[in-house]
């Protein structure tokens, strides 16, 4: 199967089965997005969902955790993976939101990339969520369905994106990170993928090849 080909009928099997996917990190500001996506990095959402109601309690915007010390932010997040160099991170990143953007999460995802502890990742899903901008952002998950369905042979996450990114179309990309993150966590999971009931095992690179 063609690459293109592979892309229409990944795209529209998601379209038709998956229609109106989202994030699983809770939050109810752009500040808190970025917050919760910070301590997501190789934490699961459960675990920052857990973590983040008496975290947003304490600090519920870019002033209040900038005032905080990062031991008080610390204590609210030790459960979170690397919690020292994250508790560091949060508290340098709000300092600069306030310092340099009103303590107001820029829609920029250059300007984002600014900010202590805020990779490309993370201000692709952070600007493609709040603001909807067509990015796609290329987690461990992202990065083995592209591989695995043979949409991506790229060997770096940045280029990974640029590709989902190339051939995606600018209105569905959005969407497409969630799809394929989803995808990823729950169906073609890194250890056992449940190829069997996966509905795009059609299409699939991998379920064809000698791999699986």
């Known amino acids: 199967m063609r690459r293109a080909q592979r892309y229409s ?8 089965n998956v229609p109106a996917p989202k994030s699983e990190l809770s939050f109810a500001s752009p500040f808190q997005l970025l917050v919760a996506v910070i301590l997501s990095a190789q934490c699961t959402d459960k675990r920052v969902n857990m973590v983040t109601p008496a ?3 304490a600090y519920p915007d870019a002033a209040s955790m900038a005032a905080a010390s990062t031991e008080d932010i610390l204590a609210l997040i030790k459960s979170i993976s690397y919690p020292n160099s994250k508790a560091a991170h ?19 995802r ?5 900010l202590p502890g ?15 901008n067509p990015v796609i952002a290329v987690d461990t998950h992202v990065f083995r369905v592209a591989h695995r369905l043979g949409l991506s042979d790229a060997k770096t996450p940045e280029k990974v994106s640029a590709e989902l990114e190339k051939n995606i179309p600018v209105q569905l990309r959005a969407t497409a990170h969630h799809w394929l ?7 073609c999971t890194a250890r ?8 795009l095992k059609d ?3 991998y379920f064809s090849s000698s791999e699986k």
């Open 118 to 132: 805020v990779g490309l990742k993370t201000a692709n899903v952070v600007t493609s969520i709040v603001f909807d």
């Open 55 to 57: 975290l947003f309690e």
């Open 9 to 16: 009928e990944v795209l529209a099997w998601f379209q038709t």
């Open 90 to 108: 949060l508290k340098g990143m709000a300092e600069k939101l306030v310092a340099d953007f009103g303590g107001q999460v820029p829609s920029d």
């Open 110 to 114: 250059d300007e984002l990339r600014t």
């Open 203 to 205: 299409f699939c690179r």
């Open 192 to 199: 056992a993928p449940k190829c069997s009931t996966c509905g």
């Open 181 to 187: 993150i989803l995808h990823g966590r729950y169906i």
